[in-house]
């Protein structure tokens, strides 16, 4: 395993069950400072519930989850804190609907940060420019598309100056013509070297973008490794099952 300093998530054996239902069954995973992880896998296999425990949605029924060093808090203001580092990205995109999408990407900094306002503001414009939304900063959400919603969320995210952004398949509530910009912007991000753990069931573009691309099924790692490795040479019956189905 990596050296700690270079390591921005861990998960060591983490489980987690529902009831008699085991979700999640001794998962262990690094994520490096500036690597790009993907997980993919059949529905139900645990990969939502996996990014709920990076960011203490979710507790683990055992094992650990460290960010940047620290293994995530049980006491609730802790926790929050700590979550601060972890820029959260759901398939939905769960903007406050009353607020503009300008004021969407500041509500963390003057909320959480207390940043003032003009820096904030400063700082939004910004963010909404690198995710080719600046001329919507004045809408609200009902007036974006779906993907102009998404990209607004990764503004979002991204305004807490996260170390690690956690994406949950962040393009399939999206119309097919739409998916494009929302993973172009995810591409620029993996180019200006932000560290990403993001399921996926866009197989080309996991094979694109991802540094590293993990395989999951029943709540296990089946297999991982290079995107040239796994996609072209998987060498687990259930991962050549899986890309064969998803071809
Ligand atoms: P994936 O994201 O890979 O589709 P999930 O992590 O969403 O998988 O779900 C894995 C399994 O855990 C599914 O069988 C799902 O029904 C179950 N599950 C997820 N969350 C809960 C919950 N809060 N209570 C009970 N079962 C759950
Ligand atoms: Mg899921």
């Given amino acids: 395993m990596p050296m700690d300093e270079s390591v921005v998530l861990r998960g060591r054996a983490v489980s987690k069950s529902f009831g008699q239902l085991v979700v999640l069954d001794g998962i262990d995973i690094a994520v490096e400072k500036g690597e790009v992880v993907a997980i993919i896998g059949p529905s139900g296999s645990g990969k939502s519930t996996l990014l709920r425990c990076f960011n203490g949605l979710e507790t683990p029924t055992s094992g650990t989850i460290e960010v940047a060093g620290q293994p995530l808090s049980r006491n609730r203001r802790e926790l929050a804190k700590q979550r601060e580092h972890l820029g959260m990205v759901f398939q939905r995109f769960h903007l406050f609907p009353h607020l503009t999408a300008l004021q969407n990407v500041m509500e963390g900094p003057l909320t959480v940060k207390k940043m003032d306002r003009r820096q904030a503001m400063d700082r939004a414009y910004m963010l909404l420019e690198k995710v080719g939304l600046r001329d919507k900063a004045n809408a609200y959400p009902s007036k974006l598309s779906g993907g102009q919603q998404q990209r607004v969320a990764i503004a979002r995210a991204l305004a807490m100056e996260p170390a690690v952004m956690l994406l949950d398949e962040p393009t399939s509530a999206l119309d097919p013509e739409l998916v494009g910009e929302v993973l172009q912007v995810i591409q620029g991000l993996a180019s200006e070297g932000m560290t990403m753990l993001l399921v ?30 796994l996609f072209d040479r998987p060498q687990s019956p259930r991962t050549q099952q899986f890309l064969q189905n998803v071809a």
């Fill in 200 to 229: 996926t069931h866009e197989m080309a573009f996991a094979r694109h973008v991802a540094d590293r691309v993990i395989f999951m099924a029943d709540g296990k790692i089946v297999e991982e490794g290079p995107p040239e490795a």
